[in-house]
């Protein structure tokens, strides 16, 4: 059973920051690469940023490239997002997965699954 839960989602004006969490409740997240996605109404899910098994390596969508930094823990089991200067358009819901295949950081429409429930980011004008 591999199963993700995220959490600090919540409302902010533009400029504001949050920090999310993926936390690994049911198994070591220490063996897996995280993905962090986002789904605004009507859209796709589109990847935002993703982490290496160890922390070393990283890699970001270009629309949030110098304000998100993605993060883990290991022996919290748990990954995390950093977001400051939220803009309007980063409004969405929030989840993290895990790689479907080893040793990469792509972030395209199937290279993560295992979702978690997601949390909602709404980031007000």
């Known amino acids: 059973q591999l199963k993700l839960v995220e959490s600090g989602g919540g409302l902010v004006q533009a400029g504001g920051s949050l920090t999310l969490s993926c936390v690994a409740s049911?198994?070591?997240?220490?063996?897996?690469?995280v993905g962090w996605y986002r789904q605004a109404p009507g859209k796709e899910r589109e990847g935002v940023a993703s982490?290496?098994?160890?922390?070393?390596?990283?890699n970001y969508a270009d629309s949030v490239k110098d304000r998100f930094t993605v993060s883990r823990d290991n022996t919290k089991n748990t990954a995390y997002l950093q977001m400051n200067s939220l803009k309007p358009e980063d409004t969405g819901v929030y989840y993290c997965?895990?790689?479907?295949?080893?040793?990469?950081?792509?972030?395209?429409?199937?290279?993560?699954?295992?979702w978690g429930p997601g949390t909602q980011v709404t980031v007000s004008s």
């Open positions: 997965g895990l790689p479907v295949l080893s040793d990469h950081l792509r972030l395209g429409r199937y290279d993560y699954d295992h």
């Open positions: 049911t198994f070591n997240l220490e063996y897996y690469g």
């Open positions: 982490i290496s098994i160890n922390g070393g390596s990283t």
